[in-house]
């Protein structure tokens, strides 16, 4: 069984340009999280839907935007690339959003330099 | 003070010893507690789910500390494989999801 796979990568932008990272959950799994994670430090959380909907959102400012589409597929976009974006993009799935469902795997991530 | 808050490390330990890390967490209302190993430059893996009564799988045991709110990991008769960066998750589900990382404890079995 395919795991969680993300797209691209690898990803170089220059400051102040849009990016668009892509997620495809595991067969099943109704919730895809996004966490973003530099170097020496664990992931932290950005947004998590579930059926579509946005169910958690991190302290992150509103140039991170993310959506899910109806097969459960997310895409996690941030405008107005600065420097310090410059990390590990993780997603995850998981079954459901809450309780005993709400266990994360987590795809290879997507490593973004922004330049 | 972080919400979620785990020793950096490096804990440099020889192989086939015992070691135990600890994670602190701050909101009393956090519901799913989790470990997670990352290796050097790969995704988080789940390592083992954490439950009020304690559970084991093979060489490793983690256990829950409502009152102290704490979560602790024991890996016994380490192996050099073991070495990796271990996290603590915490999550709470009030009227949105919120999933904590800590930063993770560095662990270096050493042969």
């Known amino acids: 069984d395919a795991g969680v796979t993300q797209s691209p990568t690898h990803l170089i932008k220059t400051r102040g340009q849009h990016v668009t990272l892509r997620c495809s959950p595991i067969s099943g799994h109704k919730s895809v999280s996004w966490y973003q994670q530099v170097l020496g430090q664990g992931p932290q959380f950005i947004f998590q839907y579930y059926e579509k909907e946005e169910r958690g959102r991190g302290n992150f400012p509103d140039r991170f935007s993310a959506r899910q589409f109806p097969n459960y597929s997310s895409e996690l976009n941030v405008n107005a690339l600065l420097l310090g974006d410059s990390a590990l993009y993780l997603c995850?799935?998981?079954?459901?959003?809450?309780?005993?469902?709400?266990?994360?795997?987590f795809g290879p991530g997507t490593r973004l330099t922004v330049l | 003070r972080k919400e979620v808050e785990q020793d950096p490390g490096p804990f440099n330990v020889p192989e086939g010893a015992t070691v135990a890390f600890n994670c602190t967490y701050s909101n009393s209302a956090s519901q799913s507690f989790f470990w997670y190993r990352q290796d050097c430059r790969k995704e988080p893996k789940l390592l083992m789910s954490v439950y009020s009564s304690g559970n084991e799988d093979g060489r490793f045991t983690a256990q829950l500390n409502r009152a102290s709110q704490y979560i602790s990991l024991l890996i016994r008769d380490s192996k050099l494989s073991d070495s990796a960066t271990y996290l603590c998750v915490v999550t709470q589900y009030s009227n949105a999801s919120k999933i904590i990382f800590g930063s993770g404890t560095r662990l270096s079995i050493q042969p």
């Open positions: 995850a799935s998981s079954l459901g959003a809450s309780g005993a469902s709400d266990t994360q795997y």
